[in-house]
């Protein structure tokens, strides 16, 4: 009861500080929230246009159900602070299925491991779509063995807000052996968001978010930018950092940029699927879900990162998910992975907002501090594909996350 007692209010103190992170620096960390946000918003509510049915639009659909529950309330709390208020209730909501009654000691590590996470990304973590994912991936990851259906609801909603669960999402029908619920469970809430956008008229846009990120150019942030990044810090002719207007981002460009960028594509889409391979094999061959389905989920969540030619701070929330079920699955095993992910993110943070405009001017310390993220990015990525690689056939089961 005392343990419980403590992390909840350590829960309260890391929101409060997150929050007040995002509205230091002249909203530095939370941008995205308080102008494109909150401009997207009031477009909709406006009755001007609705990004994503009347025009394309860079996220899923469903991104439009934060966003504009927020604005709803832009009478009553400010917009920005209402996001911070939003993410915190979700992830309230998650962090009470995950704690329970504070028994388990598995669960209240990871539950540490979330706060310190949280703590560690700052505002950017939770000013942006994917903080509002984060809490409905980590439910949704709990519930899939107790409860698959819903579990795929939820792991089905947070992709429809924004693309990364759906790695989630195949580790669970890899590694769930009630699949068709998994299945069925993702196909009910794909039909249902498809419908309301058919008949919105919305069906010419509707996968218009797919299109623009295979379009994309290299983002600085990304891990293969980094060899551009030093080339660029060396005066190499034509590499260099350029802002792009429309995708609102900065990208970078140097030699052979063109075919690096036309590689990356096929690279995400064969390395998801070499990884998604292995997983089969070892769920065929008799790997339980506790042995599988956390380094699964890790790999595929970091092969979206690590293979990807965008890359962004938000983006690191991403690893929080899988590595919370690690540690509630197997504590001892996932201890350090934990570590290298709250290193990970504290250098994330470091780097945005606080050095970010160094970085644009190629200041050494500042690029050095991306590549060292990155390559520690890589690290965890072969720690969890050799894992994955390495899993026995069969294992015993030594606890259920649904517990």
């Known amino acids: 009861m005392l343990r419980r007692t ?36 009031g477009l909709t509510l406006g009755g001007d246009v609705m990004p994503g049915i009347t025009e394309d639009w860079i996220y899923p659909p469903l991104a439009h159900l934060p966003i504009l529950l927020v604005g709803a309330l832009r009478g009553v709390v400010d917009y920005t602070l209402g996001w911070g208020l939003l993410v915190t209730a979700l992830d309230a909501a998650a962090f009470a299925v995950l704690v329970g009654r504070g028994r388990s000691r598995g669960r209240m590590i990871a539950a540490w491991f979330w706060l310190a996470a949280i703590l560690a990304l700052g505002g950017v973590g939770m000013f942006r779509l994917d903080g509002v994912t984060v809490p409905i991936a980590v439910a949704g990851s709990l519930f899939l063995v107790g409860r698959p259906w819903l579990g795929s609801v939820l792991l089905a909603v947070a992709t429809w807000i924004k693309v990364w669960p759906a790695a989630l999402l195949a580790a669970a029908v890899i590694a769930v052996r009630r699949r068709l619920a998994v299945v069925g469970g993702a196909a009910a809430v794909s039909a249902v968001v498809v419908g309301v956008v058919l008949l919105a008229g919305g069906g010419p ?10 379009s994309r150019g ?19 002719p034509g590499a260099r950092i350029f802002y792009d207007p429309d995708l609102i981002t900065f990208q970078i460009t140097g030699p052979s940029v063109d075919t690096v960028i036309m590689l ?63 540690l509630a699955i197997d504590r ?12 990970i993110l504290a250098l994330t943070q470091w780097l945005f907002p606080f050095a970010y405009d160094w970085l644009l001017v190629l200041w050494p310390a500042a690029v050095l501090l991306v590549v060292l993220r990155n390559v520690m990015l890589l690290a965890l990525f072969a720690w969890v594909v050799v894992r994955l690689v390495r899993l026995p056939a069969r294992q015993p089961v030594r606890l259920r996350v649904s517990e």
């Open 332 to 343: 001892h095993r996932w201890l350090r992975p934990a570590l290298l992910t709250v290193v």
């Open 264 to 326: 990356m594509t096929p690279v995400l889409m064969l390395g998801m699927l070499a990884i998604a391979v292995i997983g089969a094999v070892k769920a065929w061959r008799g790997a339980s879900f506790v042995a599988l389905f956390p380094p699964l989920a890790l790999a595929l969540v970091l092969g979206f990162i690590v293979l990807n030619k965008v890359g962004s701070p938000q983006y690191m929330t991403w690893l929080i998910a899988p590595v919370v079920v690690g």
């Open 6 to 41: 403590w992390v909840w209010i350590a829960f309260v103190l890391v929101h409060a500080v997150v929050i007040w992170l995002g509205f230091f620096d002249d909203h530095a960390a939370s941008w995205d929230v308080d102008q494109l946000y909150r401009w997207w918003a």
């Open 218 to 236: 290299l983002q600085i942030e990304a891990p293969v930018s980094s060899a551009y990044l030093l080339l660029a810090l060396a005066d190499v």
């Open 205 to 214: 846009h509707l996968l218009g978010f797919v299109g623009d990120q295979t």
